[in-house]
């Protein structure tokens, strides 16, 4: 299994609470787990603001040179040593510099993957505790603050007590910021209590936990006289699942809370107006105190959680209102439509409208990340029409819009999509032929505490015919709504394509609508209706079924499957992946692994099972042009040493008779690349290639057809050995390594090709519903074509750790599935990612066609002995230098999903290609 962590950076952006509260609603609401919070300030539980030790001068660090116990033992290996067991207590803190990060120093203790970590201080005797803190750091590499860091104490070291979660307190005393970057941070906070050990519980949030030193500071004397009233915590491992799922909670509840108040006090001026909307949040943040925690089986993180919390959101439709009413009385349209300030502070064209109630629109970018907090987005882009929409016959093409409630009410819209009716040239059958499925995007929370509208799936239809399409969205109040169109099978018609909306609200408020029947009109009233037109341009051009960018990510589909696959929702998988043309399919290490010896003491009578790898291969006969295998060698082929003469026989017969199986069933062996040594160099340590120089030495002396592929993550890339290249065919390496070191990158790879190795690339960061889709999913098959790289991977099709993609509270570790998967579900739900990552295969296609064309297009000139056609040079420009200019776009080296990028880059130059292509296929001789 892959090793997935430090690539990139994980941004985390909390909103934080402004002023002083009494205490905190998430230590209140984790009372029953790890604390008890009286109304009685006792000597347990007061949360100390202002106590003697508030000022830093006073402050005496009693943790300073104590001894201390570590569960589980620290693990991170760029950091671990035997000064681990000191260096927490030792009053040194790492200073911040140049010379790396904050892992990477050996005063440092970290942990990678851990379920969570118990650090225990003791401190000698039982002494008065006036707080506690300790030094991290966060912002790069996928390394964020931990989900949690509980404080217990103990007098004996055996019975601990609950005292409060620290990092949501030092929120609340100390208003601590979470940048956006690498920083350091020292999170702290001041208690009143006793005790001789300190323990603090961490939760990591993502991969690690690092820290590198734990402060304990004195309280005052008087405390020690003091009764304990605090009751016996319970053991973490008892009830980390529904810690972790009711604290992920209740901070989307603090976080909603802030950004709301936020939004108030920024954008109403009027004291009176403003003062009131802050008791309407006051009141409604008193009602999520008390709500119960869902149920975590059945729960999925779509906001809003609940009636209060949409109520939450509603508020935020009326500060659009009285923003924008105010706003409006001192702008004009055509000021509204000129101006060029901020969009985030600028009048917004809801304000124009006769009927402000639901605002739809455009979106200026459809890849472009959304904020669910915030005034709304101008679209200045598209002012009488929508996008224009690029087609080639057989393609999937998406574009998006946003909706906007102001009101207090939900809003029900109804899409109606069809070609204009005044056309009488359209034909039923043109008509049918144009293929719509509009998607109803929720905002769906993540285990960083960022939502996102990532997931695509189809909103509720009302209606479907030869002529006609209609869905229906609900769009609550103050909950910024997306809808996705994605267009496809396109083959005889090119204009303009009509949105027709209606949006009605119901006559009765508070009922639910989402529970309405679907074609019920009574007792709605029509609020607005209007329409709006995107241009589709389908161009005389064939997009290939069978596409030349080999395409996939360790979907692991044999045996029983893997991680949130299984026999269960395998086959809607299996047709999700094909339909986005994943054609390069992995196969788990248990399949080839299947065999057994005849005589255990002949290493030739070994004999392969081939009844897995079979179901397998049927699996994937309609769409595989490349299969992946995934070995996971050892030190061992069965009881035989790597290198020893006996294993060299036994790994020969093996080899052999997979050739001669596969063989049978039409595949050859050149068709199967095998994965040895899973990203060696892994972490910068210097591994031996040992047993992959004896493994691959033997297989392709067996079977030289066999491709050894390997995804080697050596930075920089010269670090590469040598012997990988002589022992492989195909080497992937990482993008995001290689965009970092690409200068390094590309002339180490470009001298490999020129040995005759293959090079493919391939993707691993996470968490994946924060990567840029266009940056990080799209643009990798742009690399490809620039580096000619021949297949494109990403960790992995169905990879969010065996839990639910719509409810990433119950994961522990970041997710990777570029879409929505539940274990337990056979439907599987299409997000923006891996639309993006079909799109770019698409591109890629174009790029060979353009390719193709370009080609024969100059010798057949030069056959004819007249002159090249200047569409040749043209589209050599556009494939090489068109290119370039997509990949190396400002921003486009950043592959967070909030970073600032031109994302209509890489359709301007398709645009230019297809241009080209059309005059190349349909007119060469121009």
């Not at 695509?456 to 209606?463: G, H, T, V």
């Not at 030289?704 to 992937?732: K, M, Q």
Request: charged share 20%; net charge negative; proline share 6%.
């Amino acid at each position: 299994m892959k090793n997935r962590c430090r690539q990139h950076k994980t941004k985390w952006n909390p909103y934080l609470l402004r002023g002083m509260e009494k205490i905190t609603f998430i230590s209140r609401l984790l009372a029953p787990l790890f604390m008890s919070l009286s109304v009685v300030l006792s000597i347990s539980t007061f949360v100390c603001s202002d106590c003697v030790l508030a000022g830093e001068t006073t402050r005496i660090n009693m943790a300073v040179g104590k001894t201390y116990t570590m569960v589980p033992a620290p693990t991170y290996k760029l950091c671990t040593e035997p000064g681990d067991a000191t260096q927490l207590t030792d009053g040194h803190t790492m200073p911040k510099d140049e010379s790396g990060y904050f892992w990477t120093k050996p005063g440092t203790v970290g942990w990678v993957y851990p379920k969570y970590v118990y650090v225990t201080i003791d401190l000698g005797q039982v002494e008065p505790i006036g707080g506690v803190a300790f030094n991290t750091a966060a912002g790069a590499s996928g390394v964020t603050l931990p989900t949690a860091v509980f404080i217990q104490v103990s007098d004996d070291g055996e019975t601990f007590r609950g005292i409060g979660e620290l990092l949501t307190l030092d929120r609340t005393q100390n208003q601590t910021v979470v940048k956006n970057e690498y920083a350091l941070y020292k999170i702290s906070v001041n208690l009143a209590t006793k005790g001789r050990y300190v323990r603090l519980v961490f939760l990591p949030d993502a991969s690690f936990i690092f820290t590198d030193e734990i402060e304990v500071y004195r309280g005052d004397a008087a405390w020690l006289a003091e009764p304990v009233t605090t009751p016996i915590a319970l053991p973490v491992e008892d009830q980390i699942a529904e810690v972790r799922f009711t604290h992920a909670i209740r901070q989307r509840y603090q976080r909603d809370v802030a950004g709301i108040r936020e939004l108030i006090a920024t954008q109403i001026e009027d004291a009176t107006e403003r003062e009131a909307l802050q008791m309407r949040v006051a009141k409604i943040e008193a009602q999520l105190l008390t709500e119960p925690t869902p149920n975590p089986k059945t729960f999925r993180a779509i906001l809003p959680f609940s009636e209060n919390h949409a109520s939450l959101f509603a508020i935020q439709a009326a500060v659009w209102r009285k923003s924008l009413t105010h706003a409006s009385s001192q702008t004009t349209l055509s000021e509204t439509a000129s101006s060029e300030t901020d969009s985030t502070q600028m009048v917004n064209p809801l304000a124009t409208d006769a009927s402000p109630d639901c605002r739809i629109m455009w979106m200026d970018d459809p890849w472009q990340p959304m904020e669910h907090i915030g005034m709304p987005e101008i679209s200045r882009r598209y002012e009488n029409s929508g996008p224009s929409i690029d087609l080639m016959r057989g393609e999937y093409r998406g574009t998006g819009l946003v909706l906007y409630n102001t009101t207090s009410e939900p809003m029900r819209v109804a899409f109606t999509i069809s070609p204009p009716q005044s056309d009488s040239t359209l034909s039923a059958r043109t008509i049918s032929c144009i293929q719509v499925v509009l998607a109803d995007l929720p905002w769906t929370d993540t285990r960083t505490g960022v939502p996102v509208a990532a997931a695509l799936p189809e909103a509720a239809r009302l209606e479907s015919s030869d002529t006609v399409s209609r869905w229906r969205v609900t769009v609550l109040p103050g909950l910024p709504k997306q809808v996705w169109l994605t267009l496809y099978g396109v083959e005889a018609y090119s204009g303009p394509l009509n949105l027709h909306y209606e949006v009605r609200r119901d006559a009765s408020p508070g009922e639910n609508q989402e529970t309405k029947p679907l074609n019920e009109s009574q007792n709605e009233i029509l609020v607005m209706d209007g329409e709006m037109s995107c241009q589709l341009h389908l161009w005389n051009l064939e997009q290939p079924t069978t596409k030349t960018l080999k395409t996939g990510g360790w979907d692991y589909t044999n045996g029983l499957g893997s991680y949130n696959v299984n026999e269960k929702n395998r086959d809607a998988f299996l047709k999700h992946l094909k339909s986005h043309f994943v054609n390069a399919p992995w196969c788990r290490p248990d399949a080839l692994m299947r065999f057994s010896f005849a005589d255990p003491n002949d290493p030739k009578s070994v004999q392969i099972e081939t009844d897995q790898i079979e179901a397998w291969l049927r699996m994937w006969s309609d769409a595989a042009t490349q299969y992946c295998l995934f070995f996971s060698i050892g030190e061992k082929f069965g009881p035989y040493a790597s290198g020893t003469p006996e294993f060299e026989v036994a790994v020969s017969e093996w080899t052999r008779q997979w050739a001669a199986w596969f063989r049978t069933k039409g595949i050859e062996p050149e068709k199967i690349s095998i994965l040895l040594q899973d990203e060696p160099g892994l972490n910068g340590k210097d591994e031996s290639l040992t047993n992959f120089v004896h493994w691959a030495k033997v297989i392709h002396t067996a079977e030289p057809g066999f491709r050894i592929w390997e995804d080697p993550v050596y930075v920089p890339a010269e670090n590469t050995p040598s012997t990988l290249l002589e022992h492989s065919r195909v080497l992937c390496p990482n993008r995001v390594h290689r965009i970092t070191n690409r200068e390094s990158f590309d002339t180490f790879y470009a001298n490999a090709q020129q040995r005759g190795i293959e090079v493919n690339l391939y993707s691993c960061s996470g968490p994946v519903k924060h990567l840029d889709p266009y940056a990080y999913f799209r643009l990798q098959a742009w690399d490809c074509w620039r580096t000619g790289a021949t297949a494109s991977f990403f960790w992995a099709m169905g990879d969010d750790g065996g839990v639910s993609s719509w409810n990433e509270y119950a994961n522990g570790k970041p997710g990777y599935c570029p879409s929505f998967i539940d274990p337990d579900s056979d439907v599987i739900v299409t997000a923006k990612h891996f639309e993006a990552m079909r799109e770019g295969t698409q591109d890629y296609e174009l790029f060979c066609l353009l390719r193709a064309a370009a080609d024969a297009a100059k010798s057949a000139a030069q056959t004819e002995n007249r002159p090249i056609p200047a569409a040749v040079t043209v589209a050599e420009q556009l494939l090489s230098d068109g290119v370039r200019s997509v990949v190396f776009a400002e921003g486009c080296d950043q592959i967070e999903w909030d970073a600032l990028v031109d994302r209509s880059r890489a359709d301007e130059v398709r645009h230019q290609m297809l241009e080209t292509l059309d005059i190349l296929q349909n007119n060469p001789t121009k």
